[in-house]
C-alpha cells in the first residue's frame, strides 16, 4: 500500500482512502478483532515492525495493515517468508 501511495495517481490513491467504503470497513473489522482479542492463525509472513509503546500490545499482523491503510510512519519491513508452518508450530 505505501508503495500504491506513492504513485501520481488520483484514482488509486482514491482507492486506498479511508473515505472508500471498503477500505473503512477493513480498518473497522480490524479494530473491531484487535478490540475482541482474536487470534489470528500462525502466519508464513515474518514481520519487523518498529512501533511506538502504546501499540506494543498490538498483534504484528493487526498492527501492519492498519498502518498501511491509515498512512502511518512507522517502519514495517518483511524479513522473511516461513515455508514450514506445520513444522514450527509442532516445535513449541
Known amino acids: ?14 482507492a486506498l482512502s479511508l473515505n472508500n467504503g471498503k477500505i473503512q470497513e477493513l480498518c473497522d473489522a480490524l479494530e473491531d478483532m484487535i478490540r475482541e482479542n482474536y487470534e489470528l492463525p500462525p502466519s508464513r509472513i515474518e514481520l519487523k515492525i518498529k512501533k511506538s509503546a502504546e501499540y506494543s500490545e498490538i498483534p504484528d499482523l493487526y498492527y501492519a495493515p492498519l498502518i498501511c491503510i491509515t498512512g502511518g510512519e512507522d517502519e514495517i519491513r518483511i524479513t522473511g517468508v516461513c515455508d514450514d508452518i506445520e513444522e514450527d508450530l509442532s516445535a513449541d
Open 1 to 14: 500500500m505505501f508503495r500504491l501511495r506513492g504513485k501520481n495517481d488520483d484514482k488509486l490513491k482514491k
